[in-house]
Nanobody
Framework: VQLQASGGGLVQAGGSLRLSCVAS????????IGWYRQAPGKERELVAH???????NYADSVRGRFTISRDNARNTVYLDMNSLKPEDTAVYYC???????????????????WGQGTQVTVSS
């Protein structure tokens, strides 16, 4: 099942955007959800995730600026992005996942398929 990301756009540095991740069938409420991004020429990276129980975590590059939240009644997970920087420019994706023990540590690992993503462009 693919999750659908939306809400991207063009914004000036210092601005804000809210991304939404929607799925049907209770996928959101039953699973962890992660927000990822991929900039041109770079690997896809995990930006933030929330477990099914509501625990959240963030990449160091966005901690304090981005907030992930879930609304299970609306089958939606949000990513509120503030104080945006040009280096935040990327295609943003969401995916379902879970916490696993791998490479000597507990980490969030996706298990769903990738949707189209939503483009976020931050101008300087």
């Amino acid at each position: 099942v693919q999750l659908q990301a939306s809400g991207g756009g063009l914004v000036q540095a210092g601005g804000s955007l809210r991304l939404s991740c929607v799925a049907s069938g209770g996928i959101i409420s039953k699973n962890g959800i992660g927000w990822y991004r991929q900039a041109p020429g770079k690997e896809r990276e995990l930006v933030a995730h929330t477990t099914a129980g509501g625990t959240t975590n963030y990449a160091d590059s966005v901690r304090g600026r981005f907030t992930i939240s879930r609304d299970n009644a609306r089958n939606t997970v949000y990513l509120d992005m503030n104080s945006l920087k040009p280096e935040d420019t990327a295609v943003y994706y969401c995916n379902s996942g879970r916490m696993v023990y791998a490479s000597g540590r507990v980490q969030f690992q996706y298990f769903g398929s990738w949707g189209q993503g939503t483009q976020v462009t931050v101008s300087s």
